[in-house]
């Protein structure tokens, strides 16, 4: 589903039910601040893409296999 995420400033809901967004185990990139993250929307897929710490959004879990 696309839950959108809370604003870090507001901590109002964006674009619920246009953007999805999960975050990732993995940094986006080296000496970058921004976390890595799954993005997707209508047209497309972002597998790592950087964005605020801050902002909330969804965390599935995921068992790793042994």
Sequence with gaps: ???????????????????????SSSIFASGNFDAGHLRFFESEVTPVHGFYRALGFPVRCVQASA
């Design 1 to 23: 589903p696309a839950a959108g995420y809370r604003s870090h400033e507001t901590g109002a809901l964006n674009v619920v039910g246009a953007y999805g967004y999960a975050w």
